[in-house]
């Protein structure tokens, strides 16, 4: 199982564009996230389409439309569409039907993997773009910190 690499980046950037006060270009954030500006228009594109990203065209810059506070991690999972409503886990296709633990595994371990995803998802929601803001910045004080003792 794995999470589409979208949606690090998308929080990448997005924490990106909070903390600094001048509009930056895809150039600029990509840049940061260390990828090609391209995927940076890419994810960009998905974030406007989910009302979270606005883009000024040419040099303009990219800003936030809802405040850090309002943008759960949850909204951005969904917004750079990672997977489908409970399809986060797959089971096998093809277990032996002839087999009892084969015509039953999928059944038992979809219900399971459903309320991972499940809590998975309600974990996200709990967390704003503002707290993983601040939780950066604590890391690095506390790195300039130690860097400086």
């Excluded at 924490?15 to 895809?26: A, C, F, G, K």
């Excluded at 990203?53 to 936030?64: E, I, N, T, Y």
């Excluded at 759960?72 to 886990?89: R, T």
Aim: proline fraction near 2%.
């Amino acid at each position: 199982m794995r999470i589409s690499s979208r949606f690090s980046i998308a929080v990448h950037m997005l924490s990106l564009i909070h903390v600094r006060t001048d509009l930056l270009t895809s150039e600029q954030i990509a840049d940061s996230v260390n990828t090609n500006p391209v995927i940076i228009r890419q994810i960009s594109r998905l974030l406007k389409k989910s009302g979270l990203l606005d883009v000024k065209r040419g040099s303009g810059g990219a800003f936030l439309l809802r405040d850090a506070a309002d943008i759960s991690l949850y909204d951005i999972y969904k917004a750079v569409e990672v997977v489908e409503e409970g399809e986060l886990f797959h089971t096998h296709d093809n277990p032996n039907p002839s087999c009892w633990v084969g015509a039953n595994i999928n059944q038992v371990l979809e219900l399971i993997l459903l309320k991972a995803q499940t809590a998975m998802e309600q974990i996200l929601q709990e967390i704003s773009i503002k707290e993983i803001t601040e939780l950066i910045v604590q890391r690095k004080n506390a790195s300039n910190a130690s860097a400086e003792a």
